[in-house]
């Protein structure tokens, strides 16, 4: 029994009810009576008698999921729970919980952290690696310490930008990345000074 997490509140809730609905598919595919769940819009209504049926429809669980994504900017301001309705239920009534989720609030540690707390397991790692991984600088300070080759690099705050890269040792092009964004979000290539 599985429940796969998807959607959620970050930039990149899309992407991840793509990739969990993709895992529940493949664990149906090979037999695991998994569902999928938004962890923030949650389920209104579940049959607690089979939480976890052996006939299940993924792609209409992603769509109930996806039904979500217009009001999204009202939940958020409208909601104080991070869990929606029966996710910390269906979760504990799971052997585990696979995360599909992506960007803030699923892989940032918060999760994970509140998972532990509660006795839940999930995939994936614990709350503080990934809270490490999650900020780019700290991530790329802890590879550098332990002699893993980096590319140059300078992290900064947007109000502490300096005019010119040669004030940084550094020359065009760059890199410039969010330090807490997900893995694609907020990349840009700078290729001269006007657009840096």
């Not at 509140?9 to 769940?37: F, M, P, W, Y």
């Not at 923030?40 to 999921?65: R, T």
């Not at 780019?136 to 080759?149: D, H, I, L, W, Y």
């Amino acid at each position: 029994k599985i429940v796969v997490l998807a959607g959620g509140t970050s930039t990149e809730r899309d992407v991840s009810i793509v990739s969990g609905t993709g895992i529940c598919q493949a664990l149906r595919q090979k037999g695991h009576q998994a569902i999928l769940v938004d962890v923030f819009c949650g389920l209104e209504s579940v049959d607690w008698a089979n939480p976890f049926p052996a006939e299940y429809d993924v792609e209409k669980a992603a769509e109930y999921i996806k039904s979500f994504n217009s009001q999204m900017k009202e939940l958020k301001k409208t909601r104080r729970d991070f869990f929606g309705p029966n996710v910390i239920e269906l979760c504990k009534k799971a052997d585990f919980v696979f995360l599909g989720l992506h960007g803030a609030n699923g892989e940032d540690g918060k999760l994970q952290a509140a998972f532990d707390l509660m006795g839940i397991p999930y995939t994936g790692t614990g709350y503080l690696s990934s809270a490490m991984a999650m900020d780019k600088g700290v991530t790329k300070a802890m590879f550098q310490m332990r002699g893993v080759s980096t590319p140059g690099g300078k992290s900064m705050k947007k109000k502490d930008r300096q005019d010119s890269l040669a004030a940084l040792g550094m020359e065009f092009p760059v890199v410039v990345k969010t330090c807490c964004g997900g893995s694609s979000i907020g990349v840009y290539i700078v290729d001269d000074q006007e657009a840096y």
